[in-house]
DNA sequence: ATAGGGCTAGAC
DNA sequence: GTCTAGCCCTAT
């Protein structure tokens, strides 16, 4: 069971979709056994974390912590620490210091104490390890840094440079290369084992030709709601293209057994995130155009007061609540235009129906395009339609 | 989000 | 005028 744990885990944290996963409260819950074959797992944990934070667009020190684990792990793989893995440490950690140059002066905030717990502390750590992290690069802006704490033409040359952007490219093109290493999940390659052994078995073959007369109105209540066997159709196809029969069948596999997980897993994983107790200095920016944030940061040295910078929204429409206003009966907005429905629609309509039951929202995202411009009460209006309207 | 009652434009 | 597909509104 504990090998179960462990695969249900990666594969959990291997998913890149929402609904998010959080890495540590899902290790801690399942407490992995601390021994060498665990490394893909902790691996996977390390990126997800990573890939969270970008997320939620946080470049802190918290991801400097994960980067160097990232590093340790890559190690006890026996993996070559690559560029990317060195260029993204360096842009963070220059970018955790550029957070503290919001004051005009390189002595009136913390920049002295960035200095101190970043680049001696932290990196001389690291030098004394003879990390591979400590790049020509990275050693270059240690001295510019230091520099730029003593001329201050320098240090205000350095604190209107955009840093943050660099740091995320490294970081988004660091994830990038590191799930394409670590490839399919123990999970998804079991299953697809266990599908290859049974392949000759009927289930692929369950459902015939589509036997679909166009328009036929009485044979529509009859294949309402299948409930379930052999759902694989062409439309899946068509719609997840990079994926073969096969592997749809995998997919398809995995799915429901994962919502049902899913649903057991997300209470766990989501407790402890707020606030984050994993990340000690961690400080949230959202992103924003060119460090424009940094202006008014007034933060207190690196404890946690995370300190949420407001993301930038479109002013909402007002609201017409005028009590003048004539209520319902003015019509708020014109009628649409009357659109009948083109057999396209209808068959699409039916397909869904077979597919997901009544589920309007479901079966007119899998039919995005044939369903533009229906909404999902259309298809439920047309589906009372076709069945004669009871 | 969905179900179901009610309204209306357009075909006849 | 009737009929009804498609659309709207509201309760759940």
Known sequence: MEVMDKWVAEFFLRRQLNPRVYAFPLLSALKPVDSD?????????????????????????????????????????????????????????VE????????????????????????????????????????????????????????????????????????????????????????????ESEARKRFLKRKDSPYASRRGGNREKANDVEEVGGVENPDGVGKVNEHEQEHEPSLNKGEMLVARELKDFLLEIQRLIDPITRQDQEPNNAMEHSVDVTPQPDGANRTDAEDSEGTSSSRRVRPHLPTPEPLNVSPLKKGRLERPRPRRPMKFWTSEEVAALREGVKEYGKSWKDIKNSYPVVFADRSEVDLKDKWRNLLGRQ
């Not at 990126?47 to 997320?55: E, G, H, Q, T, V």
């Not at 994960?66 to 842009?91: P, R």
């Open 37 to 93: 074959d665990c490394v893909k797992l902790k691996l996977t944990a390390v990126l997800r974390d990573i890939s969270n934070s970008m997320i939620q667009g946080t470049v802190d020190e918290g991801m400097l912590d994960l980067l160097e684990i990232l590093e340790k792990l890559l190690l006890q793989e026996h993996s070559v620490i690559m560029g990317s893995l060195k260029s993204a440490y360096c842009w963070t950690a």
């Open 96 to 187: 955790c210091t550029l957070r503290f140059m919001w004051p005009v002066n390189a002595s009136d905030g913390f920049f002295g104490d960035a200095l101190e717990r970043i680049w001696r502390n932290r990196i001389g750590t690291l030098k004394e390890k003879e990390s591979d992290l400590v790049t020509r690069e990275l050693l270059k802006w240690e001295s510019d840094l230091n520099k730029a704490f003593e001329e201050p033409e320098i240090y205000q040359k350095i604190r209107e440079t955009n840093i943050r952007y660099n740091a995320i490219s490294h970081l988004n093109q660091l994830l990038k290369e590191q799930w394409a290493l670590l490839g399919c999940s123990s999970l």
